[in-house]
């Protein structure tokens, strides 16, 4: 992937080399081998993976993407043993993914990487990171420095969100 935004302790920063490569559909996947880093569609990625994995005794090699109409409880098993979820928003107006990605962070309990795909645009980024993403795959046709700059959009949060569970009103 290219065009990547990722959270990082000392702030957010470019991904020069992004290892992780989206496939979209089965067609695609005949081109890599089993030990690339891939984010497959969940029920292929559930395909692809050695027994172990799926037992959750042994980590995937590959991640997975939920699209806006699947639910995040089936994939609580494997949580353990993903290195990524990315979630799609296959338009800027579809939000859907805003809500996938405060469940797994507040219900699911998804510590690791959480990324946005699809159609990611720089004014949507403050309210991701809100929500519990942590990297942005920003759309091939828009600046990815520029982009950069919507992740400072909010400078007060009146609602409790992840990275702020209490509401303004209670952190008074």
């Known amino acids: 992937m290219n ?11 470019i991904v020069e080399q992004d290892p992780w490569v989206f496939i979209s559909s089965e067609t695609e996947l005949v081109e890599f081998s089993a030990h690339q880093k891939l984010i497959l569609p969940f029920s292929l990625w559930q395909k692809c993976q050695p027994d172990p994995v799926l037992r959750g005794e042994q980590q995937s090699v590959q991640g997975f993407w939920l699209a806006p109409d699947e639910e995040e409880e089936p994939v609580k098993q494997w949580l353990a043993v993903v290195p990524i979820i990315a979630l799609q928003f296959p338009s800027f107006r579809d ?7 405060y469940v797994l962070r507040t219900r699911l309990g998804w510590a690791g990487e959480l990324r946005a795909v699809g159609d ?23 600046s990815v420095a520029d982009a950069l700059k919507g992740l400072s959009g909010i400078s007060v949060l009146y609602g409790r969100s992840v990275i702020q569970p209490l509401p303004l009103f209670r952190r008074r």
Not at 3 to 13: E, K, M, P, T, W
Not at 95 to 101: L, M
């Open 95 to 101: 939000g859907r993914a805003y809500t996938q990605a």
């Open 3 to 13: 065009n990547i935004i990722a959270l990082v302790q000392d702030g957010a920063h």
């Open 120 to 142: 990611v645009l720089r004014d949507q980024l403050s309210h991701m990171r809100q929500c519990g993403f942590t990297s942005f795959a920003i759309r091939t046709d828009k």
